[in-house]
């Protein structure tokens, strides 16, 4: 399985990003979910949504109404959109896959056993 993000950078505060994981390799798992978290400094890695091999969307409930999650299948990536961006939302954004039914229906990044390098997401005020 491999994951690569992209599209982190600056952001000025009430604007918008898009992020984009290519990813390969997990197809062949019959479940399988992937996601999106983020973490900043001294804080725990937090999960932001993902999708599964069901066709489920799971959104984080404290992010609900900001970001967008969706599968971009021509390009073989998972696309994050985030609007209304705060210097609270400053961290680093990461591409996380699940291989096993664990991962379904949960954010919790233990699930997760497959990441990527992430991507420097700063949010200015």
């Known amino acids: 399985v491999h994951l690569v993000e992209s599209g982190g950078g600056s952001v000025q505060a009430g604007g918008s990003l898009s992020l984009s994981c290519a990813a390969s390799?997990?197809?062949?798992?019959?479940?399988?979910?992937l996601g999106w978290f983020r973490q900043a400094p001294g804080k725990e890695r937090e999960g932001l949504g993902s999708i599964n091999s069901y066709g489920g969307t799971l959104v984080s409930d404290s992010l609900k109404g900001r970001i967008v999650i969706s599968n971009n299948n021509a390009k073989n990536t998972l696309d994050l959109q985030m609007s209304s961006l705060e210097p609270e939302d400053t961290a680093m954004y990461y591409c996380a896959a699940g291989t096993s039914f664990g991962c379904v229906g949960t954010l919790s990044a233990t699930k997760y056993e497959y990441w990527g390098q992430g991507t420097q997401v700063t949010v200015s005020s």
């Open positions: 390799g997990f197809s062949s798992f019959r479940d399988h979910c």
